[in-house]
């Protein structure tokens, strides 16, 4: 409770701090207002003249004269004129009842006074994800960040950091024009996906995507087939509409319509047809257009999730599902975050002609736009040739790693685990050969500090046997730290 | 429909254009992928050996085997060791079914098939609003982007900018811990809200701390009382969590309370009290102290849109609501595209202590987190004295900007029109003698190309009388460009 004392409020009793960063007149304020609302001060009570106090502080008259002119603006004081200044009248009552029972600041605010999405999300709350911290051997979803050509990306942000005044109004909700005139040529090339600049909308990273096509496709009740294990982030984004998700399970091609064919049908299907997150096999070209047909049959909507679809081992990418689609109802997802780098917090969808000033305007309503400079320094990086030579040197790099860490999981755990050597993708899964290795696996692992994700972490019935396996990223690591953590993991394993 | 030739496919009749910026391994591929989608190669038929086609075509056997690997990657060929390299067998019936009956690419995808939210965002889509153009007086919500110290931020951007990798993976989802110290003291210093870092939670936008507090704090159904007229975007973001928006009059003081008396309690009350959008009044004190009452009795949450707290042209800053409030049922919701330019992408919240962490995971969930570089170049503009010493100088450019437009309204229309002297914000509001003037002012303004908004575009019900204004913003607008538009609307309006 606020502490009240009730004696009268003395002037003289006014003490203002010289070495205080707060201004004398602002303290003066401060200790006056105080006064009121704690009652040491009474209603229509007069204050000293502006002259008088400030002979007695042994101020100026301006420093009194300011105090009182803002707590007269506030309401606080009222100057009448020939009567001097007093204490408001019209405050008294409601200050009495309404202060008197207010408890201290934040005292009864705790997480049950949140929504039950709030509430959900406050129990979701995880530290170790929400804050950023060293990315360690074999933490998943990290690029090479040690290769980024990060001499070039800052030269290009200097240069298109000259702003001039009109740079600081203009703020396209759907993106900055030549970013999406550059991927839209880009998805020509590289992934068979012919579509103009107004079909591309740029977004703050591919949750935010996922958010706009829930919000804008689907209605409360809708049903969305998901992979499962699949992309879990992007579920609780969808669930945020009202649809209703249904995971369908995945094998070695892909999603499984067979195990779907008796359910309601969906508004929508989410898919990574690239690599499955995060059991990362491929879909079948069989299965792409058996997912088209079924889709175009219960006119359900299509995301194609391509968030790796650059790094492929095998080959050259393949076709993208969306180029498969001659219906439109294919739309593409696409990140930087991930090729490129994660603090760069770009993405974006290619989206029906039709539908793209719905996209706009969605976009428009939830945060305005994404923030021009980096659009801009994103725009010069792909425009001089800089992101293709990426992506290629990456390509060469990561085949190598990827390697490097199948072939270390072999030699140091052996018979004991099977390993998943993924066409594509910045991870790969090893499974321990039964379970209770797989849990030896992951104890030795955490004792020896290595970092990994758990395929179950991304399972809608985290308990199934098909929600087995642990997650490693290998982009990111070179191969003395590779090398360093798979042999202190290798020695607590065998060690207990 | 896809126009498909019948006649077979011959190999012969490949022709791969050297000028062309596509390889020509590229154009092989796709051109044998292409008669396959056609069934100009039918299901199990042989394809000529790479060495054959090779010579066929006077292409090095490396372009045919890359092209041909390629298509066995994607399923289209079946190479079977002895017998050669075929058309697959497992797709023809899949195909031809599944091709036959799709449509143009995109030609049925219209709004129709967007969800119900969908559908009034696509109505709702203003390519006026979305599309940047030129800056012209009196366009409202735009502050003085001439004035803008852009060398200053050129120079901290480039500073900003010379990221080492670290900066690549750092992105906190509630912001960039610095800047969320320097805007945790300067909420001390100037808004009278005492708070930590930790309750500082960075969005991209207003319009997103909406979203979030929506999403975290109210039910579907829940009600929110908002101010009539007021700040619909805002409310259109709310009605996302299903919440009911009911808007509450509001006279000289700010909102009025006791139209709201028999109303059934709510979860929500979102105000601007340190200036009416867009109205203008700012709310005295004896509301402020009644709303917190209310709220507490309701235990509702207050939502503090402080929007333009920073530019007040008589006395200082007041105290904000949230200051007023002990129980820290208020939150308080800032934004930098006002005070700064509207392309920053930023804004923030101040939430109680224990919902920070849901604020953090929802924003993650939303985006991952703001842009990181506009936050390390917010943070050293606001470290090196320069945000305040901004905002000072804008402060007193204002006061006259407003003046000067004032004083030119009454000059050029006189007693036709009724003028507001508002004591805060970025523009005022300008009413007709009677509704007939108001409709000629308006005439005569779109005539002029000078540039407004309606009172009525922010009204829940834009027929009322209490809908009725024009907003003219002035703080963008030297006195030249002021003039000139004054003296344009003013002969328009005149002359008929």
Redesign the interface.
Known sequence: M?NRKQEYFEFEAIHLDDDS??HRYVQLEQQI?RAIVDRRLPAGSRIPSSRNLAKLLNVSRNTVLTAY??LI????LKSSGGSGTRVAT??PE??E???A???????????E???????T??Q????V????QK?LPFLPH?PA??E?P?DV??RL??EQ?????K????????GYRPLRESIAEYMG?SRGV?CSPDQVVI???A??SM?LLG?????PG?VVWVEEPGNL?AN??LE???AKIEGIPVDEEGLDLTAAELKRSPRMICVTPGGQWPLTMTM???RR??L??RA?ES?SWVVEDDYNGEFRY???P??SLTSL?????TIYMGTF?KVL?????MAFLVV????A??F???K???????????QMVLHRFIETGNFVKHLRRMRTLYAERQRFLFEGLQEHFGKDVVVTLPESGLHLVVFGRTEKIEQRLIAAAERANVRFHLVKFYAIDPESDSSRGIILGFAAYGKKLSKRALRDWASEFHNC
Chains 1, 2 share one sequence.
Request: proline residues 8%.
């Open positions: 606020v960063q707060t207002r002119d803002q603006s506030e309401g606080y019209v405050l409601t200050f009842h309404k202060t029972k207010l408890p201290a600041k934040h005292s009864s605010i705790g997480t006074e949140l929504s039950r999405v709030g509430k999300l406050a979701q709350a995880d530290p994800v929400l804050t950023p990315v990290v960040v040690d980024f990060i990306w800052n942000t200097n950091s000259r702003w001039t005044r740079h600081l109004v203009l703020c396209e909700p759907i090339l012919e977004t703050s990273s949750q935010q958010m919000q804008l496709l689907l209605d809708d982030p609780s984004v945020l509409s009202g079948s070209l069989n257009l058996e088209l047909a175009q006119k095998n080959g050259r393949h076709r689609d001659p219906t439109g109802r975050s780098f994660p603090s760069i917090r029906p002609p039709a539908l000033e719905a706009a305007m969605a428009w309503l939830q945060d305005r736009g994404t923030s021009p400079l980096p």
